[in-house]
């Protein structure tokens, strides 16, 4: 990925000087600097309001409580990981963080996640219960999209969280999509390998 962003970042900066010079580029940078300054300013009252309500979900156990409501279903995702391990536990308390728009909390719970679950492998290949939690964090579903909502109030939006119930809707599309996904994938590997014995 560094490569990746290294080629994007060079690419954009070559196709800025040849196109508008370097008077512009310099002025663009300049401008580009100060305003996501600006943004991050505005923005950042929010931020820490919702992430002290949050922070105060999880110190209460609110997180804990979710976790637990979320395992039965949890233990259909991933049948390989015992739901007494701490594998299991960093999971459900990493999609109740999600959940609850906690990011700062959920990050650590969701490493820590991959980490146990990778010792369980014992390999250094992902294992489907790692691509369903990567896929579960890609399209979690958040019932309080804080950021979203900073940002929209950042740029004069009345009603920032009018959003709601389409987010709402496109993460639960995308999180099903995902989850049908790779369960169509775990089911053609199965047959593969039952064929193979």
């Keep these: 990925m560094a490569y990746i962003f290294g080629a994007m970042i060079a690419g954009s900066f070559l196709y800025a000087l040849c196109s508008a010079g370097l008077p512009e580029l310099s002025a663009g940078i300049l401008d580009s600097a100060g ?10 009252g929010m931020l820490i309001m919702w992430s002290g309500f949050m922070r ?19 233990r259909r995702l991933y049948p390989d990981i015992a739901p007494e391990s701490d594998a299991f536990r960093c999971i459900s308390m990493n999609i109740s963080a999600n959940l609850l728009g906690l990011g700062n909390a959920a ?5 820590s996640a991959i980490r146990q679950m990778r010792a369980q492998s014992g ?10 939690f990567v896929i579960m964090n890609t399209a979690s579903i ?6 979203v909502a900073a940002l929209r109030k950042s ?5 920032p969280f ?8 496109t993460s639960a599309v995308a999180l099903t999509a995902g989850l049908f996904s ?3 994938i775990r089911r053609a590997s199965w047959k593969r390998s039952s064929r193979s014995l």
Excluded: N
């Excluded at 958040?142 to 950021?147: A, D, G, H, K, R």
């Design 107 to 111: 990050t650590p719970l969701g490493l």
């Design 142 to 147: 958040q019932l309080i999209p804080t950021t």
């Design 182 to 184: 790779s369960y169509l």
């Design 35 to 44: 305003a996501a300054v600006q943004l991050l300013i505005s923005i950042s």
């Design 162 to 169: 009018d959003i709601l119930l389409c987010v709402w809707l």
């Design 123 to 132: 390999s250094d290949t992902a294992t489907d219960s790692m691509v369903t």
């Design 56 to 74: 105060i979900a999880k110190d209460s156990g609110l997180i804990e409580k979710l976790s637990r409501l979320f395992a039965p279903l949890l």
């Design 155 to 159: 740029f004069g939006s009345q009603q």
